[in-house]
């Protein structure tokens, strides 16, 4: 077509006159063109812009529900000639690329989302979110019921997920129950918006147009249901879309499941851990106990290093054992935990500690470790105001005993470590604390903690022994509490072994005058 100064058309060609059959020569090209096209002839008549050197995208509209270019060129005596190209075809495949695009950066943006915490609550969240934000107006993520109650997360577009319990028969909802467990999503047609029951519709959500119900797919088992909500004035959901929602809800069930099977194991090691977590002790039986542990890496929170202190009944000794096995981390929390366990089970052996260490020698041997450990054993039993012991070592270093004075002394007491050889053998010594007086078990993670000014000295025992000395007459917490700080500060942030420390006193007396002041007082623990 051309049209002049004017926009009065001149002249157009059969092809423009099967497209724009009232489009004669003589008219205004504003009454036979499209208002678009005789807009932008005005524009291009004021610009003079010639097609052959500038193009301009937005040259374009609708003609007969097709989509057309439009092309001008300015003729040397000022008229436009104008060629309308038919795009739709090349626009229906711009939308269709564009569409594949947004769609493929969403999943990978929610692929990221998920993929970046194990955190089950927010798995849900951010699954029900980012689906009312991009495919529909609200979005539930179902999990599996827990007994007769739905955990729900719900989220209307714009809003904040929020969880809730419903008790509700989820087969009550048409693809629910199936959807949950795990069966192919039945397309939303088939799915009457009315049937919906009240919980599943976010309140002040208004009526529903139109539901999809898909399975969240899990890694063996269904993770949960998707369900996306649209409002009685929006689109239906299309087959493409469901596709998509398909594509979707399968990222987010692995990142549930993956959630899901992390808190699960997470929930089985922190039972398994407090088994191996050493005791918290305090005065059993008029004696006191304190203990500390430190692992060899601050993520960890058992190792190869372990105590126990088992009370007995009033007038027999404690029974307490501190050891060291071969190795760190979770492969010696385990042989610890067997120690631990045989040990408890030969308490009523507790007043014979060679019978003890032979017997748990003999299970450690048959067993498919082959790691060893060290040991040493006491049992405590208060005496009117002395606390009496019984120590004996299996190749463990030697218990070291504070003196009121501030002396400190080892033990007489040595032996052969356990789960290495067929016999095993102990010399036990007999011990007598005053009040205020206090015997310290320890692993030799601390006398070999390396540090120091220069980096690489070891605490060593003497380090240790007149530590101990300025703990003379305090309280068993306290003395724990000082060898931990000092080795602490030591080692400073340098690598070390696990660290365990026991120490068993002898409670200071208090001396109490009788009332009329001629009678004798007495002492109390």
């Known amino acids: 077509m051309v049209a002049d100064l004017d926009g ?16 004669t020569p003589g008219k205004p090209l504003a009454e036979v063109a499209p208002a678009w096209l005789a807009a932008k002839h005005r524009t291009v008549q004021l610009t003079g812009r ?22 001008p060129s300015v003729r040397d005596d000022g008229t436009v ?6 795009d739709t075809d090349h626009q229906l495949v711009r ?4 569409m594949e695009r947004e769609r493929t950066a969403f999943l990978a943006k929610a692929s990221s989302a998920l993929l970046s915490t194990l955190n089950l609550g927010r798995c849900m969240d951010v699954t029900s979110q980012m689906a009312a934000e991009s495919l529909a107006d609200a979005a539930l993520a179902i999990a599996p019921s827990r007994g007769h109650r739905l955990p729900v997360v719900t989220c209307v577009r714009g809003g904040v997920p929020e969880l809730s319990h419903q008790s509700a028969d989820p087969d009550e909802v048409p693809g629910l129950g199936e959807a949950l467990r795990g069966f192919p999503p039945v397309p939303s047609r088939w799915i009457d918006p009315l049937m919906a029951p009240q919980w599943l519709v976010p309140e002040s959500f208004g009526p529903v147009g139109s539901i999809l119900i898909t399975p969240l797919p899990g890694h063996g088992v269904p993770a949960g249901a998707l369900v996306l909500l649209r409002r009685e004035k929006s689109d239906s959901f299309s087959d493409e879309e469901e596709v998509f929602a398909r594509l979707f809800a399968t990222r987010a069930g692995a990142a549930i499941s993956a959630a899901r099977l992390y808190a699960e194991q997470t929930a089985i090691t922190d039972v398994l851990m407090r088994e191996l977590m050493p005791p918290t002790l305090h005065q059993i039986s008029g004696v006191d106990f304190a203990g500390g542990y430190r692992p060899s890496a601050d993520h960890e929170r058992v190792g190869g290093d372990f105590y126990d202190v088992h009370p007995v009944t009033e007038g027999e000794a404690s029974f307490v054992s501190l050891g060291d096995v071969c190795g760190k981390g979770l492969e010696a929390a385990v042989l610890t935990g067997k120690i631990r366990s045989t040990l408890h089970a030969l308490l009523p052996l507790a007043d014979d500690h060679q019978r003890m260490l032979s017997l748990l020698n003999t299970a450690l041997l048959n067993s498919h470790h082959t790691r060893f450990a060290t040991l040493v054993l006491a049992s405590a039993a208060r005496r009117g105001n002395e606390v009496d ?10 218990p070291l005993i504070i003196r009121a004075n501030g002396t400190v002394e080892e033990a007489d007491t040595r032996g052969t470590l356990v789960g290495a050889i067929p016999d095993v053998s102990a010399r036990t010594t007999a011990v007598t604390l005053e009040p205020g007086e206090s015997c310290v078990l320890y692993t030799d993670g601390i006398t070999e903690a390396k540090g120091g000014p220069m980096g690489d000295i070891q605490f060593g025992d003497e380090r240790l022994k007149r530590a101990l000395a300025a703990c003379a007459g305090m309280p068993a917490e306290g003395t724990v509490e000082h060898v931990q700080m000092l080795a602490a500060q030591w080692l400073g ?12 006193a002898a409670p200071r007396t208090h001396h109490l005058s009788a009332v009329n002041g001629h009678t004798r007082g007495r002492f109390t623990g």
């Open 8 to 23: 009065t058309l001149l002249q157009r060609n059969d092809a423009a006159a099967v497209l724009l059959p009232e489009a």
């Open 81 to 86: 000639a104008w060629w309308l190209v038919d």
């Open 389 to 398: 012991l019984k120590l004996t070592s299996a190749g463990h270093p030697t």
């Open 493 to 504: 942030n340098r690598h070390h072994d696990d660290m365990a420390i026991v120490v068993i």
């Open 95 to 98: 939308d269709a690329l564009r």
């Open 50 to 71: 010639n097609s052959a050197t500038e193009t301009d995208a937005s040259l374009s509209g609708v003609i007969g529900g097709r989509r057309f270019e439009a092309h």
